[in-house]
């Protein structure tokens, strides 16, 4: 049994040690186009649930990641200068993504895996030695592309403009910060991934990026732009850039999971919305998934992975709902900074549909005892 992993992401590598602390004889190659110890990107996020399933399958990956996490349970929610502290039954963990794929890359050579670094994988014909072929190389999968007409690839470019950037300071608490400035509506997304770093992503609407300008501007232009707009935010920080490059959202969804002997998790299956901040969760659930469909299936191939799309399938496709709902609700953020910011922050805690009044109330209960407190003076206005 010969299988190939293509993409050394936190899908592929774990993964790749699953199989081989399952079966030592069988021969796993991870190819990785980037050089080692190199990310884009800064800290990601792995939530309470995500770290209990990955105590369960394999403790040493989730002990040694969760040395090196930072936790919290308190999300600021603002418009402008009004804020609401939301604080959260469970805590949310977060973690530099570099030092995720270090230690997931160091337990894979503990179990004699090696990561093949700048190794792009040029055709089909590179795989065809593989009985099976993992394609966990991101959004822009070469695998994917190789058989995309089996796979049957839908993008949807949404209209709102982005980019990541990191702060070297833990900004807390995490937040999301939408600000009425330049004639326009933006919101930064930032959290905290170690004691000194946090990931900051800004962003505006379609209509904003013309109407301030952004369109003739240069990414530096845009940054210096993002630092006045979020002073207050970087309580004086600079933005740290790292391919921090503006652009649209693609939405890439797959009809079908796997062809022939190649299959797909992670974002190269379904590319996950910054605004569910699911991605790496979503990702190294799919990579278990698939691990014990094939435990299930006893190395049977083409079982494997019927058996892989028939278990997962449900929880991915209500994933995809939820994602729609979030990005389509970022995308008019504009018409919902207009509510009283109660409203607002109930309606950003309910968008995907996922989280109704009585989840709400086990889910973020400070928040929920005042929302319900306040309903009546809301009715009396809105009637007045």
């Known amino acids: 049994m010969k299988i190939a992993i293509v993409g050394g992401g936190p899908a592929g590598l774990f993964f790749a040690r699953l199989v081989r602390r399952h079966d030592p004889s069988i021969e796993i190659d991870i190819f990785e186009q980037n050089p080692e110890n190199a990310t884009y990107g800064f800290g990601v996020t792995l939530a309470g649930p995500a770290r209990d399933r990955l105590r369960q399958a394999d403790a040493e990956v989730h002990d040694r990641l969760a040395e090196r996490m930072v936790f919290n349970h308190v999300q600021g929610i603002s418009i402008d200068d009004e804020r609401i502290l939301v604080r959260y039954a469970h805590s949310g963990g977060a973690i530099e993504r570099l030092q ?26 590179d795989l065809a030695a593989y009985d099976l072929v993992v394609g966990s190389d991101g959004a822009n999968s070469i695998v994917r592309e190789f058989w995309d007409p089996y796979f049957g690839t839908k993008s949807r470019v949404l209209g709102n403009r982005f980019a990541w950037y990191g702060v070297d300071k833990a900004l807390t608490p995490n937040a999301l910060a939408f600000r009425h400035a330049e004639g326009g509506v933006f919101v930064a997304h930032y959290y905290a991934y170690t004691e000194n770093k946090s990931t900051f992503v800004a962003e505006c609407d379609a209509r904003t990026w013309e109407d301030a300008g952004l369109d003739q501007m240069s990414d530096a232009e845009r940054k210096a732009l993002m630092e006045r707009i979020f002073e207050t935010e970087l309580e004086g920080e ?21 062809h022939d002997r190649a299959v797909l998790i992670g974002d190269a299956l379904r590319v996950a919305h910054y605004s569910i901040g699911s991605g790496t969760r979503l990702a190294m659930d799919d990579a278990l998934a698939l691990f014990e469909a094939f435990v299930d ?76 407190a306040q309903r009546p003076a809301r009715r009396y206005v809105e009637a007045g």
């Open 100 to 125: 995720l794929l270090e230690v997931l890359e160091t337990l894979c050579r503990d179990v004699g895996l090696h990561v093949s670094h700048e190794n792009r994988i040029g055709s089909e014909a």
């Open 238 to 258: 600079e933005l740290r850039e790292n391919k921090s490059v503006w652009r649209q959202f693609n939405a890439t969804t797959v009809d079908d999971w796997s």
């Open 297 to 372: 299936q006893k190395q049977d191939i083409p079982a494997t992975l019927a058996a892989y799309v028939d278990t997962r399938r449900k929880t991915r496709d209500l994933f995809t709902s939820a994602t729609v709902k979030s990005f389509e609700w970022y995308e008019d953020m504009r018409a919902h900074m207009q509510s009283g910011l109660d409203d607002f922050v109930h309606g950003f805690l309910t968008r995907t549909g996922r989280v109704d009044d009585d989840r709400l109330k086990s889910y973020a209960p400070d928040f929920y005892e005042r929302y319900v």
